[in-house]
C-alpha cells in the first residue's frame, strides 16, 4: 500500500493539514503518516490534539530566537532522512512556511513526488510577506501536484507556467477546520463579556512597527470601551516585548497565552471584528462570516477583499487607527462586511485534497475542481 507522508511544522500547517489527514486516513486504499518539523512547539500539539491527530515523526528543530538560515539547514537534512525512515511514496506539505519549502526541498532531493496544499497564493512581492512568497514560489516550482484553494491561485499557477493538468482546485482546507473546531469549541475561561474584537499581529515586515501598531490599538480601545479587545500573544518574544509595554494596562485590552484551536475558534465566531496580519485569519473570519481588518500593504487572499469580507489597511499605525474607527463607528459597514460572500472553501476541500493525492498515485480519477 502506497505511504503518504504529510509533513508540517507550525500550528496554521497543522490546522489546515489535520482534516487532509483524516480524509486520507478514511480511504483505506492509502497508508498515512505524519511528520512534524517542530517549528512551533505546544500551538502545533494543542491544534493535533483538537483533531486527534497523532504524530509518527517529530525533528524537533526549534531553537530559542533562532535564525531562518540555521532552521532551514537544520530541517532539510533531518527531513530527507525522516522521509526515507517513514519509507515515503508521496508528501504533502502545506503553505508558505520555512518547513513547506525545507521538506519540500529534502523530498525532491530524495526523488519523492510532492504534492503542495494551498498552492499558487501569491502576494506579487517578494518582500511581503517575507519570506512566505518566495517560500510557496519555490515549493510550487517544486510540486509534482498543485492543490491550489481557490481558481485566482490556480491562474497564477498556470501564469507562471505550471503544468493546467497537474492543478487541482480544491478550496481552502483551512475552511474544514475552522467550521469543524467552532462548532465544538468554548470561549476561554475567565473572558470579560463581549462583544470582541479579536487581534492577532506578528509578521516578521511588521515587527518594527509593533510598538506603534499597538499604541494605535490601545488608543482605539479607550475610546471603543464597550468592546473587549482580546490579543493572543504569539510566542516569539520580539513580539512580546514590543506590544506588552502599550497594552498591558487598558482596562478593555486582554493579552493571553496562544489559545487552544478549538478556543480560538470559539472566539473568532463570536467576534464583531477581526485585526490581524496572519494569512488563515483572512480566510477564518470570511467563511464565520465576521469582518477582517488585514494589516498588511498587500494580500496573497484578494478574493476576500474583492468580495468584501476583507479591508488591506496597511502597516502605518496611524492607518490602522483611522480605519479601526472608521469600522466601528458604521454599524452598516460591518454588517455589510459580515453578509459578504465566502470566496475560499464550502468545507470538502479536504476531500478533494485526498481525492488529488489518490489519482497522482493512480488508485482514483482525477478530482473535479471546485467552483465558488
Do not use: C
Not at 103 to 117: D, K, Q, T, Y
Amino acid at each position: 500500500m502506497k505511504r503518504v507522508v504529510l509533513a508540517f511544522g507550525t500550528r496554521p500547517e497543522a490546522v489546515k493539514m489535520a482534516p487532509v489527514y483524516l480524509e486520507l486516513a478514511a480511504r483505506g486504499d492509502l497508508e498515512t503518516a505524519v511528520l512534524l518539523t517542530g517549528q512551533h512547539r505546544e500551538q502545533l500539539q494543542q491544534a493535533l490534539a483538537t483533531f486527534a491527530v497523532p504524530a509518527d515523526r517529530n525533528l524537533e528543530v526549534m531553537t530559542e530566537r533562532q535564525q531562518l538560515p540555521d532552521l532551514f539547514g537544520r530541517i532539510v537534512p533531518a527531513a530527507a532522512r525522516a522521509l526515507k525512515d517513514l519509507k515515503a511514496d508521496y508528501v504533502l506539505v502545506h503553505g508558505d512556511t520555512l518547513t513547506t519549502f525545507a521538506v519540500a526541498w529534502a523530498a525532491f532531493l530524495e526523488g519523492i513526488p510532492l504534492g503542495h496544499v494551498e498552492a499558487g497564493l501569491r502576494s506579487g512581492r517578494m518582500d511581503e510577506p517575507f519570506p512566505e512568497e518566495a517560500n510557496r514560489k519555490l515549493t510550487d516550482a517544486l510540486a509534482d501536484l498543485a492543490l491550489a484553494p481557490t481558481p485566482a491561485a490556480a491562474q497564477n499557477l498556470k501564469k507562471e507556467g505550471f503544468d493546467p493538468e497537474r492543478i487541482v482546485v480544491t478550496g481552502q482546507t483551512g475552511i474544514d477546520a475552522i467550521r469543524y473546531a467552532a462548532a465544538r469549541g468554548r470561549l476561554p475561561a475567565g473572558l470579560p463579556p463581549g462583544p470582541y474584537v479579536t487581534v492577532t499581529l506578528h509578521r516578521r515586515e511588521n515587527w518594527p512597527l509593533l510598538s506603534g501598531l499597538a499604541a494605535a490599538l490601545a488608543r482605539a480601545a479607550r475610546e471603543f470601551s464597550s468592546l473587549t479587545f482580546v490579543y493572543p500573544l504569539h510566542k516569539n518574544p520580539l513580539v512580546r516585548e514590543a506590544v506588552r509595554p502599550r497594552l498591558e494596562g487598558v482596562e478593555n485590552f486582554v493579552l493571553t497565552e496562544p489559545l487552544p484551536y478549538a478556543e480560538m475558534a470559539a472566539l473568532l465566531a463570536a467576534s464583531r471584528l477581526i485585526i490581524t496580519d496572519s494569512g488563515g485569519l483572512q480566510e477564518e473570519g470570511a467563511a464565520l462570516g465576521v469582518p477582517v481588518l488585514v494589516v498588511r500593504n498587500v494580500t496573497e487572499r484578494p478574493e476576500g477583499v474583492a468580495a468584501g469580507a476583507l479591508r488591506l489597511v496597511g502597516n502605518d499605525p496611524d492607518g490602522l487607527e483611522r480605519s479601526l474607527r472608521q469600522v466601528l463607528e458604521d454599524p452598516d459597514l460591518i454588517a455589510s462586511m459580515a453578509a459578504a460572500p465566502n470566496p475560499y472553501g464550502d468545507g470538502r476541500a479536504a476531500a478533494r485534497v485526498a481525492a488529488a493525492v489518490a489519482w497522482r498515485l493512480g488508485l482514483a480519477e482525477k478530482p473535479r475542481d471546485w467552483e465558488p
